[in-house]
């Protein structure tokens, strides 16, 4: 079956632009994770969506990040006002249970580089 | 607070040699443990994982990773590694009743021919 999907693969933008990431679960996940991972560096955690509750915001670096996931299933990660330090590869990753499960597994999708220059 | 963390940046090792990818991690409680592959271009493909139980835990492509209490130590192994094997490998930590995972910061492999 398919994977988990992200667009656009890369993303080239200007400072001070707004830029929309998006990811598309395996079908009938219910929960869904944004991570971002600098170079040399292994995934950080930025969000949690159990279904389209966001539940937990607590790794987005500051109040221009943003991430939302309407109708439990795409979810979208904007990024405003686009500054260098934003650079880096965004990835989204899903789980068929509720993500305190014991058998909880994330799959990750490819992942979206994002350039700010 | 959790943590992991991979003590080498890289592992060299001749094909057909033994491979060891080695991880160390600090939870509260009891942990949740993750392996997990990374080719270029691509997206991080999971390996496997200690829930609880039998202390070694098998995983995809020959893989193996042997879950140690006391050293708090999750290390990778693969019997006979190939050349196909070489990537960057993650170890990732989950506290019980938490959903983020904590991964180290990776190990490049690379497998001679």
């Known amino acids: 079956g398919a994977g988990v999907s992200q667009s656009p693969r890369y993303k080239v933008t200007k400072r001070g632009q707004d830029v929309a990431l998006r990811c598309d679960p395996i079908?009938?996940?219910?929960?869904l994770y944004w991570y971002r991972q600098a170079l040399g560096q292994g995934p950080e955690f930025l969000t949690y969506?159990?279904?389209?509750?966001?539940?937990?915001k607590s790794g987005l670096p500051n109040d221009r990040f943003s991430a939302e996931r309407p109708e439990g299933s795409i979810s979208t990660l904007t990024i405003q006002r686009t500054e260098q330090r934003d650079s880096a590869m965004y990835r989204c990753?899903?789980?068929?249970?509720?993500?305190?499960?014991?058998?909880?597994?994330?799959?990750f999708g490819p992942g979206t580089r994002l350039t700010v220059l | 607070a959790q943590s992991v963390a991979q003590p080498e940046d890289q592992v060299n090792v001749a094909e057909g040699n033994p491979l060891t990818v080695k991880c160390t991690y600090s939870?509260?409680?009891?942990?949740?443990l993750f392996w997990y592959v990374q080719y270029p271009n691509r997206g991080l493909q999971f390996l496997l994982k200690?829930?609880?139980?039998?202390?070694l835990v098998k995983g995809s492509y020959g893989f193996e990773a042997e879950f140690n209490k006391s050293q708090t130590s999750f290390h990778l192994k693969k019997p006979s590694a190939l050349v196909s094997d070489s990537a960057l490998y993650f170890c990732?930590?989950?506290?019980?009743?938490?959903?983020?995972?904590?991964f180290g910061a990776g190990t490049t492999v690379t497998v001679r021919a």
């Open positions: 079908s009938g996940h219910v929960s």
């Open positions: 939870v509260s409680g009891n942990p949740y």
């Open positions: 200690y829930i609880t139980g039998d202390n």
């Open positions: 969506f159990n279904y389209e509750a966001q539940q937990d």
């Open positions: 990753a899903s789980s068929l249970e509720t993500g305190s499960h014991p058998y909880n597994e994330q799959f």
């Open positions: 990732a930590v989950r506290d019980i009743g938490d959903y983020k995972l904590s």
